[in-house]
């Protein structure tokens, strides 16, 4: 015990030093904690206390906890936000909560690039666009950014496949990140009308699964041709009539419009190289009326649990067809997308009907399905 001026001063000293050897202690425990978490999560380790669902139970039972909700309501920040939205559904708002983590510390494991478990291979212009953003509101399902890749066909004009020559590798690469039990998707809508892809798609996956939307053929032709002169004027398209028709009035079934509208022999060629329970063929009018059940049929054929409902799928009266709606956003096609008809040449048009209804009944029978299309 200090009895005088100096030795209290230099007990005050002592413990002084003391306290700051503790807090220096202290602060070196913590910082080596968190850089351990850091090494953690660059290495890919798991992270502590971050217990992952599989993703079908976190989709579908997210919502089942009302506590673990507005638990969340105090855990909310434009950043968190921002990084929640980036994750997968399988880390959820309520594992982030019970975790007491930062979200941006949880690494995403598993992810890898593979090839098409499913192709959307055709037919250009029945709804191939809105029928991939359609599907992919299901969080099972991922899609490649770049809407058509193009990589199992010959250049029509050029007979050049120089994508192909890439090799599988390549075309693995252009595929985003998925979890094992996602099923990646891409679609070319090309790949319907071509020689090369059914057997070269079938080397690549033996067991892939494909989907083929169609419509009524004639109706088909013709948003090919408004598709194709508003889109590429530098073609300088003649007249509908002059465009489909020979010179001797018959329909000119080579033409480039009405080549992709002869499912039948399109289809025959795709029959020989795989199953028909590989296929799934969707009608592209009940897309546009009734898309529930459309997708439905899709979510069943990959084999993946129920997802989109009704409420994901809203009709717009000003658009005058069905928007999309996620989780995060609301969306609908572009304006080039189901836009009206302008009348067409009467003559041409009939001459249209009349020669694919016997092509039409002929696709009936090989498929197994009557579509509302006339056959006489």
């Known amino acids: 015990k200090p009895d005088g001026g100096g030795e209290i001063l230099c007990y005050l ?6 306290l700051c050897v503790t807090l220096v202690s202290l602060a070196c425990v913590v910082t080596l904690y968190i850089h351990s978490d850091v090494v953690y999560f660059i290495k890919g380790a798991p992270i502590r206390d971050v217990s992952l669902t599989s993703p079908a139970q976190s989709i579908y039972k997210e919502n089942s906890d009302p506590q673990a909700k507005d638990k969340d309501m105090m855990n909310n920040s434009p950043e968190l936000d921002s990084i929640r939205n980036s994750l997968p559904a399988h880390i959820n708002n309520k594992t982030l ?4 983590r930062d979200p941006s510390h949880i690494q995403l494991q598993g992810k890898k690039k593979r090839l098409p478990q499913a192709i959307i291979f055709g037919v250009k212009k029945c709804g191939t666009h809105a029928l991939t953003d359609m599907i992919s509101l299901h969080p099972q399902v991922v899609h490649a950014k770049r809407y058509e890749m193009h990589f199992f066909e010959k250049n029509t004009i050029t007979g050049r ?3 192909y020559q890439m090799g599988l590798e390549w075309y693995r690469e252009k595929m985003p990140p998925s979890y094992e039990n996602q099923i990646t998707m891409e679609k070319t809508p090309a790949y319907f009308i071509s020689h090369d892809a059914p057997e070269r798609i079938f080397e690549m996956n033996s067991s892939i699964k494909l989907i083929l939307i169609v419509r009524d053929p004639t109706t088909r032709v013709v948003s090919d041709y408004l598709h194709t002169k508003d889109m590429h004027e530098k073609m300088n398209l003649k007249p509908f009539e002059e465009e489909i028709l020979q010179p001797n009035g ?3 079934k080579w033409n480039f ?6 499912y039948a022999e399109h289809m025959a060629r795709w029959f020989q190289v795989f199953r028909h329970d590989q296929i799934l063929i969707v009608d592209g009018d009940k897309l546009v009326s009734d898309p529930l059940t459309q997708i439905t049929r899709i979510e069943k054929f990959l084999n993946i649990e129920h997802y989109v409902k009704q409420e994901n799928l809203y009709w717009n009266p000003e658009k005058g067809f069905y928007c999309m709606r996620s989780q995060k956003r609301e969306w609908c096609l572009s304006k080039t997308k189901g836009r009206p008809h302008p009348e067409m040449n009467p003559e041409a048009m009939s001459k249209l009907r009349k020669f694919f209804a016997p092509l039409n009944d002929k696709f009936y029978k090989m498929v197994g399905h009557n579509f509302s299309w006339p056959i006489a």
């Open 13 to 18: 000293l002592r413990w002084t030093v003391r």
């Open 97 to 100: 909560w019970e975790s007491g």
């Open 161 to 163: 496949d120089k994508k």
């Open 250 to 252: 018959e329909v000119d």
């Open 257 to 262: 419009v009405v080549k992709p509208s002869l």
